[in-house]
Structure formats: structure tokens, C-alpha cells
């Protein structure tokens, strides 16, 4: 086989040159343009991928930092609780957020909770600098009812439907 020059060309024989050129710049310039805009969205997407990841982390650490200190503060509760000998439904009297609050808490709710002995007094909460030169009035005992089950007074008399009718009859109008 030998190569011999055709006098056909590929591209035809009404092939312009100058539009030819242009097309190929335009098409250029469109793939440059493409290029840049791609490159643009792909950043825009990993920031916000980025973005999504790092406050839904902080979120998961959030919610893990509240349920752990949540948990920690109930660990103090029961301890205060078993330690003073507390009933739990005084549970919500015990605040704070470290162990010696809820403790502290716990130790005047035990003392307030606690019935007295009966020949013993209360004491008399006095604020620091006051002299306690006057014993503390000496408050009335409550009364003591005197009922019985079942003896609540006189018994209701019986209803005579024709004593009524009667009287209604006999009333003057």
C-alpha cells in the first residue's frame, strides 16, 4: 500500500475556516467557564457537608455532656437519700448541682423531716447576732376531736310525702 495525497478532504469541501475557529474558542470558553463553575459547586458542597458534620457532632457531644451530668446528679441524689434516711417523695427538695449542695440540702431536709421526740422542742431558728435571752413562746398543742365513727348527731327524720301535701292544702292563698 502506498499513500498517495487524496484531493478529498475529511471536513468537506465547504469548510470555512474563520467559523471553524470561532466555534472552537466559544467551545473553549464554555469548558473554561464549566471548569471554574464545577469547581465552585464542589467547594460549596463540601463546606456544607462539612458544616452538617460539625454541628451535628457538637450536638451528639451536647446531648452526651447533658445526659452524663444528668446522670451524675442522680447518683448524688440517691446517695443523699440513703445516707439521711430521706423518703423520695422530698426527692424535688433536692437541688444543686454538685455533691456537697445536694448533701447540704439533704442534711436540713432530714432535720426538718424528722418528728421530735415528745419532750423535746423545737429549736428556735435565731439569726446569727441575736441574743436568745427570751425563751421561745410555747405554742397550743392542736385540739384532739372528740368523734366517734358513726354517732354524727340526731338522725334526719323520715319525709311523709302526705303531711306535706296536707299543709299545702290547708295554707291559705
Given at each position: 500500500m502506498t499513500d498517495q495525497p487524496t484531493d478529498t478532504k475529511p471536513w468537506g469541501d465547504d469548510f470555512d475556516e474563520t467559523k471553524a475557529w470561532t466555534l472552537i474558542q466559544n467551545l473553549r470558553a464554555d469548558k473554561t467557564r464549566l471548569t471554574e463553575s464545577l469547581a465552585t459547586e464542589r467547594q460549596a458542597r463540601e463546606t456544607a457537608e462539612e458544616a452538617a458534620k460539625s454541628s451535628d457532632t457538637d450536638g451528639k457531644i451536647a446531648a452526651a455532656e447533658k445526659r452524663a451530668t444528668d446522670a451524675e446528679r442522680s447518683l448524688y441524689v440517691e446517695r443523699a437519700l440513703r445516707k439521711h434516711s430521706i423518703d423520695e417523695d422530698l426527692v424535688d427538695f433536692l437541688t444543686g448541682d454538685t455533691e456537697e449542695e445536694i448533701l447540704a440540702r439533704a442534711e436540713r431536709l432530714a432535720k426538718v423531716s424528722t418528728p421530735k421526740a415528745d419532750g423535746e422542742k423545737p429549736a428556735a431558728d435565731k439569726p446569727d447576732g441575736e441574743?436568745?435571752?427570751?425563751?421561745?413562746?410555747?405554742?397550743?398543742?392542736?385540739?384532739?376531736?372528740?368523734?366517734?365513727?358513726?354517732?354524727?348527731?340526731?338522725?334526719?327524720?323520715?319525709?311523709?310525702?302526705?303531711?306535706?301535701?296536707?299543709?299545702?292544702?290547708?295554707?291559705?292563698?
Open positions: 441574743e436568745g435571752d427570751k425563751p421561745a413562746p410555747e405554742l397550743p398543742e392542736r385540739p384532739t376531736p372528740g368523734l366517734t365513727p358513726g354517732h354524727g348527731g340526731t338522725p334526719p327524720e323520715p319525709f311523709d310525702a302526705d303531711a306535706v301535701v296536707t299543709s299545702i292544702r290547708k295554707s291559705p292563698r
